[in-house]
């Protein structure tokens, strides 16, 4: 069940409704819940965000507070982490993430047969080569299985973005 939820703006000012911070193009913020099992009390944080497009000072900084906050918010428990980072894998955002958690598309497991990108725009290019949307997870899960999903409609797509799916595996303690 529904355990608990949050959120905060990625700005000098996280709890102000609508803050806009640093070199940021739009408002941007991150929002989170906690699950637990409703027999042991069990369970994990899910946070979720969208960091600028266009500020390269806003994704770093928003890589860090976003880090900074669920080591406050969520302490040593298990941790999903999703989003739209704008970031390309190797970037200064995606290494300040990935120095706490894992990126669930670097784990090694068997991939499908994937485009080598999450951001196709519009009209569809499965060429472009821009991973910008990520999975990541604390050591507390285990990757069963990781998909970016291409399925389309005759070449129409809902979105400008693939979906990224991880499939995880939790031992409850």
């Not at 784990?107 to 949307?133: C, R, S, W």
């Not at 050591?139 to 399925?151: A, C, N, T, Y």
Request: charged share 20%; with cysteine; aromatic share 10%.
């Amino acid at each position: 069940e529904l355990a608990k939820e949050g959120r905060f703006w990625l700005s000098d000012k996280p709890s102000e409704a609508g803050s806009m911070g640093w070199d940021a193009a739009c408002t941007r913020m991150v929002t989170w819940i906690r699950i637990e099992d409703v027999n042991n009390g069990t369970g994990y944080f899910v946070f979720n965000t969208h960091f600028d497009h266009v500020g390269v000072d806003a994704r770093v900084k928003s890589a860090k507070m976003l880090s900074d906050s669920i080591i406050s918010i969520a302490g040593n428990n298990p941790v999903i982490i999703l989003g739209d980072f704008n970031a390309l894998p190797d970037s200064d955002p995606l290494n300040i993430l990935s120095e706490l958690f894992i990126d669930a598309r670097v784990l090694g497991v068997e991939q499908h047969d994937e485009p080598a990108t999450t951001f196709v725009g519009f009209p569809a290019d499965l060429t472009k080569n821009d991973i910008i949307d990520h999975i990541f997870i604390s050591s507390h899960f285990g990757l069963e299985d990781f998909e970016i999903v291409s399925d389309n409609a005759g070449g129409f797509f809902p979105s400008d973005h693939l979906p990224v799916r991880a499939a995880l595996s939790y031992e409850i303690p």
